[in-house]
Structures are given as C-alpha cells and as structure tokens.
T-cell receptor, first 111, second 114 residues
Framework: EDKVVQSPLSLVVHEGDTVTLNCSYE??????LLWYKQEKKAPTFLFML????IEKKSGRLSSILDKKELFSILNITATQTGDSAVYLC???????????FGQGTRLTINP | KAGVTQTPRYLIKTRGQQVTLSCSPI?????VSWYQQTPGQGLQFLFE???????NKGNFPGRFSGRQFSNSRSEMNVSTLELGDSALYLC?????????????FGPGTRLTVL
C-alpha cells in the first residue's frame, strides 16, 4: 500500500529562522510528489516534483526530490508569521489518478 | 473566476442519520475529487468523478457514495453516520481527469457526528 510519512509532525520556530520539512514515501510506479500549504481552509498548491535533483523555487520556498532515497524536502527561509500553516506532502502513482497524503507538518512561526 | 464552493460549510448530525454534501467546481472544470480529513488519518482520498462517471475510488465502506451531474457539480452521501465520520470533507476540481497538479481545493464541509 502506498505510504507517505512526514516529519516532524509539529515545529515551532522564531520569525526569521529557516526550516526544513521532510517527506518520505513508498509508492509503486511513482509519478509525482506534491506539496500543499493548508491554513484554516483549503490546501493550496505549492510545488509538484517529478524528477530527482531539480530544485523548484518560489520566493522563500524551495523543494527538491530524491527518487533514489524516496524523499523530498521543503525549505522555507527567513520565515514569517504568515508561513504558519500545515504543510502537506502527497504522492501520485501512474494509473492511480489519486493523491496519497502524509499526516502533515504543523509549522508555527512565533514573532 | 470563482473558486470551488462547498455547501454546507458546517453540519451537525447524529449517529445513524445520513448526510449529503455538495461541491460546485470551478467553471469549466470537469473532474471532481473528494477527500476526508481527520486528525488521526490525515487527508484520505474518497473518490473522483469525471464526466458523470466515477473514475477512481478510495478504501472507504459502501456507506460513502457520490455522484456527478451534467453541469459537473458533485454530491457525496454518507449513510448510517458513525462517530468516526466526523471530519472535514474537501472537494477538489481540475480541468481534466488525472491532473492532480492543477487541482484546486474548496474550503471544505466540517461534519460533526454526535
């Protein structure tokens, strides 16, 4: 059965710190790995990764995938209080047409 | 362009009752997926509809069902509610079937079963 594990489950840091969120996965016929940010309501799409070693970047957020070791990291630099959210990692397998999500990492940024 | 809308936003039911949740996708989107989110299990895939046909189904009992109408709006139904069905139910729409990177989530319906 496909599985996604995120760590840590919860993280509290000070504004300005850099954080690294981890996502490891086991999936047959891997197609893609996606990161979402969920505040109070709907998850919003951050990145989709399909190839190893290619960093995706958007402002202070970046992510990279390692298909050999079956994990991905999400980095956030110079964190701000608005980065406080649950960060979700999900994987999709070829032919599955559905996402398997991890438990999420609850990130809290204190001023 | 309006986003994905879900109604109702909050719902309280008692055990044994049934419930119907509604999802209106973004205009032009034809695929609708449903997810259940609980603190214990996280986000879990329920089913996906495209062109009024269920294309994929997650590991949920038959009490969970859904349908999609010709205007792409979708409903999900849960019969004989159990306490464990208390959750945030999210729907997501995408333009075509299988494009998870272009899925847009709605705000969810929070169901509480007493």
């Amino acid at each position: 059965e496909d599985k996604v594990v995120q760590s840590p489950l919860s993280l509290v840091v000070h504004e300005g710190d850099t954080v690294t969120l981890n996502c490891s996965y086991e999936v047959t016929n891997f197609r893609s790995l996606l990161w979402y940010k969920q505040e109070k309501k709907a998850p919003t799409f951050l990145f989709m990764l399909t190839s190893s070693g290619i960093e995706k970047k958007s402002g202070r957020l970046s992510s990279i995938l390692d298909k050999k070791e079956l994990f991905s990291i999400l980095n956030i630099t110079a964190t701000q209080t608005g980065d406080s959210a649950v960060y979700l990692c999900a994987v999709e397998a070829w032919g599955a047409q559905k996402l398997v999500f991890g438990q999420g990492t609850r990130l809290t940024i204190n001023p | 362009k309006a986003g994905v809308t879900q109604t109702p936003r909050y719902l309280i039911k008692t055990r044994g009752q049934q419930v119907t949740l509604s999802c209106s996708p973004i205009s032009g989107h034809r695929s609708v997926s449903w997810y259940q989110q609980t603190p214990g299990q996280g986000l879990q895939f329920l089913f996906e509809y495209f062109s009024e046909t269920q294309r994929n189904k997650g590991n949920f009992p038959g009490r969970f069902s859904g349908r999609q109408f010709s205007n792409s709006r979708s409903e999900m139904n849960v019969s004989t509610l159990e306490l464990g069905d208390s959750a945030l139910y999210l729907c997501a729409s995408s333009l075509v079937w299988g494009r998870t990177d272009t899925q847009y989530f709605g705000p969810g319906t929070r169901l509480t079963v007493l």
